[in-house]
């Protein structure tokens, strides 16, 4: 039985299809990245407009890119720390800008992006330690007086979703302030490639299970055999976490990586939401513009992060 397909989703996927194909495993890595990254530059158009401000985020001698999304100029708001995607291997402040500024749009809150380090040239635990870092910035008071550090939640997509997990339970166990609460769209996990949602989804819905696997082998170099906990959390202690709104859509190769996150959760005491989103892609946030979908996905994550901030 075929998977079912949103119509909006549909007409996104033909629009793919038609065009021309890139492997960018098969490029070298700055070309590949500079491909990858303007094809997700380009669904920023017609993002909210909402005032932004660029910051450099200073992390063990390196200088990261910081930009802070503030919705409502003059008033002092609540920060949501957004960790990008993109495979460890791709992503930055201005590939996600369009999600970010809908995120702020969404929850009324100011939203805290930042470029990390990125694989293979940067694999773990560098992207690890680069959010660590930049969380860490947020907090000090160095994003201004408009934003209330105090009052911050956490977000991410993709990769950007293991990496904010992973930093929970970093800072958990450092004995460091924890978010009021997390959002979590679509992460990958754990380096598992024989799941069923990897069999059912893994060709022709945009993210390949091969592509997954070496955006895994990028991040993880020499552990890929043997990732530590941090970088493949779906195998940590997660208990003592906040609450997490966890959500994927329906023909996503990570499906399975999200409903093994939500039991592990359960099984752990932890309070979470786990959406699942029929007939969308993985990737689909940045696609909310023209997907209904992507967009519910968007707001359902404002309003669980609202109602505990």
């Known amino acids: 039985m075929s998977a079912f397909v949103h119509p909006q989703m549909a007409r996104i996927l033909a629009g793919f299809a038609a065009a021309p194909g890139v492997d960018f495993k098969t490029l070298p890595i700055a070309e590949a990245r500079a491909s990858a990254d303007a094809a997700s530059i380009a669904w920023n158009d017609g993002a909210p407009e909402i005032a932004a401000r660029e910051t450099a985020v200073r992390v063990d001698g390196a200088s990261l890119r910081g930009r802070l999304y503030h919705p409502k100029p003059g008033t002092t708001l609540p920060v949501i720390v957004y ?129 997954m696997r070496w955006y895994w082998r990028n991040y993880l170099g020499a552990a890929f055999g043997a990732p530590p906990a941090l970088a493949a959390p779906l195998h940590a202690d997660l208990r003592g976490l906040p609450p997490l709104y966890l959500t994927v859509g329906g023909l996503d190769p990570l499906v399975d990586d999200t409903i093994r996150l939500a039991d592990r959760l ?4 932890g309070a979470f939401r786990h959406d699942h989103v029929p007939g969308v892609v993985h990737g689909c946030l940045r696609m909310s513009r023209e997907l209904a979908p992507a967009q519910a996905m968007i707001d359902a994550a404002a309003a669980y992060i609202t109602e505990r901030l």
């Open 266 to 269: 359960a099984a752990a005491g």
């Open 83 to 211: 960790v990008h995607g993109g495979g460890w291997t791709f992503g930055s402040v201005d590939t996600h800008d369009g999600t970010m500024r809908t995120l702020a749009a969404a929850s009324g809150f100011a939203v805290f992006g930042f470029d990390y380090r990125l694989a293979p040239e940067h694999p773990y635990p560098i992207p690890l330690e680069d959010t660590l870092g930049a969380i860490a910035f947020g907090l000090s008071g160095a994003l201004g007086s408009d934003v209330d550090a105090r009052r911050w939640a956490l977000a991410g997509d993709s990769a950007g979703a293991t990496l904010a997990l992973a930093a929970m339970i970093q800072r958990r166990d450092a004995g460091l302030a924890l978010p009021a609460a997390a959002a979590l769209f679509y992460g990958c996990y754990a380096p598992d490639f024989e799941t069923g949602s990897h069999a059912r989804f893994g060709e022709g819905y945009l993210l390949t299970t091969a592509n």
